[in-house]
T-cell receptor
Framework: EDQVTQSPEALRLQEGESSSLNCSYTVSGLRGLFWYRQDPGKGPEFLFTLYSAGEEKEKERLKATLTKKESFLHITAPKPEDSATYLCAVQDTGGFKTIFGAGTRLFVKA | DAGVTQSPTHLIKTRGQHVTLRCSPISGHKSVSWYQQVLGQGPQFIFQYYEKEERGRGNFPDRFSARQFPNYSSELNVNALLLGDSALYLC???????????FGPGTRLTVL
């Protein structure tokens, strides 16, 4: 069964303290892995798509990487406005179903 | 450019009633997917539609149904509402379904 596990559940950082979020997945055939940011009471905001092991994508202070079993979202020198829930999702080769993890809630304190 | 729009924003129903939620995709997108998100959890896949046909269904009871119209907008219907149906219902659109999806703001459904 396709599954996505994110860790940690919550992460508290000081402003400027870099860290990484983990997304472990099992899927019969990976079409794509997605990262989203979600603010309270809002819909998820698309960040990145990764398609194959070794691929990396960057956007401002965020960098996403992908291996055959995991993806990492690295946050460099975070700011309080980076506080949000970060969701990881995988889509199988059929492309008909997207499975989300429970998310990592990130708190960045000034 | 307008993003994905959903209506209504909030909705309060009582057990046993039915509800219809609406979604308009980004212009040019032909696929719409529906998700249920309970507080503290990630979105859970309900349906995917592409070119008016159902292409995928998640593990939800038959009380949940959906359809897509010729203009690619979509409706999600839930019959015989239960307290456990209270959640944020999210609609996401994509060009063909098999790539990144863009989410609307969601409809907050409360069942009393």
């Amino acid at each position: 069964e396709d599954q996505v596990t994110q860790s940690p559940e919550a992460l508290r950082l000081q402003e400027g303290e870099s860290s990484s979020l983990n997304c472990s997945y099992t899927v019969s055939g990976l079409r794509g892995l997605f990262w989203y940011r979600q603010d309270p009471g809002k819909g998820p905001e698309f960040l990145f798509t990764l398609y194959s092991a070794g691929e990396e994508k960057e956007k401002e202070r965020l960098k996403a990487t992908l291996t055959k079993k995991e993806s990492f979202l690295h946050i460099t020198a975070p700011k309080p406005e980076d506080s949000a829930t970060y969701l990881c999702a995988v889509q199988d080769t059929g492309g008909f179903k997207t499975i989300f993890g429970a998310g990592t809630r990130l708190f960045v304190k000034a | 450019d307008a993003g994905v729009t959903q209506s209504p924003t909030h909705l309060i129903k009582t057990r046993g009633q039915h509800v219809t939620l609406r979604c308009s995709p980004i212009s040019g997108h032909k696929s719409v997917s529906w998700y249920q998100q309970v507080l503290g959890q990630g979105p859970q896949f309900i349906f995917q539609y592409y070119e008016k046909e159902e292409r995928g269904r998640g593990n939800f009871p038959d009380r949940f149904s959906a359809r897509q119209f010729p203009n690619y907008s979509s409706e999600l219907n839930v019959n015989a509402l239960l307290l456990g149906d209270s959640a944020l219902y999210l609609c996401a659109s994509s060009f063909s379904g098999g790539n990144e999806q863009f989410f609307g703001p969601g409809t907050r459904l409360t069942v009393l």
